[in-house]
């Protein structure tokens, strides 16, 4: 955590002196305002990654004495024959050109994107995968 943590600093100082720059060249205050954010946004994560990564046990990946064994194992699971991520990502796009369109296709889209939600969050309790 600490490389990502040192990498968002690099970021926020390097927006302070693009924050000044965009300003003085611009003088927009709209743009401004948000590099001033993405620069403590940038800070804020950096501080929270920096300050979790004392406090933990270290990385394989932080850990300059690590074997490359020492990061074996599961990263996770991940549903490979699942097909509720399409159908999330299709009822949201309607949804979103709801938004464009008319407020009727995005209410008449809603009840769609939460049983998709759904289906995909409980894919697991039912049927053939169930746990």
Partial sequence: ????????????????PVTVVYWYASEDPTGTTALILTFGLCFLIAFYLLYTA???TPRPE????ANIEDAAGDLGFF??????PL??????AVMFLGIVFGWWLFILALPFVALTVMGFVFEYYRGEHEH
């Fill in 54 to 56: 004392r406090r933990i």
């Fill in 1 to 16: 955590m600490k490389v990502e943590g040192w990498l968002f600093t690099v970021i926020a100082v390097f927006l302070i």
């Fill in 62 to 65: 932080d850990d300059p004495a």
């Fill in 79 to 84: 549903s490979p024959y699942s097909w509720w």
């Fill in 87 to 92: 159908a999330v990502a299709a009822a949201c």
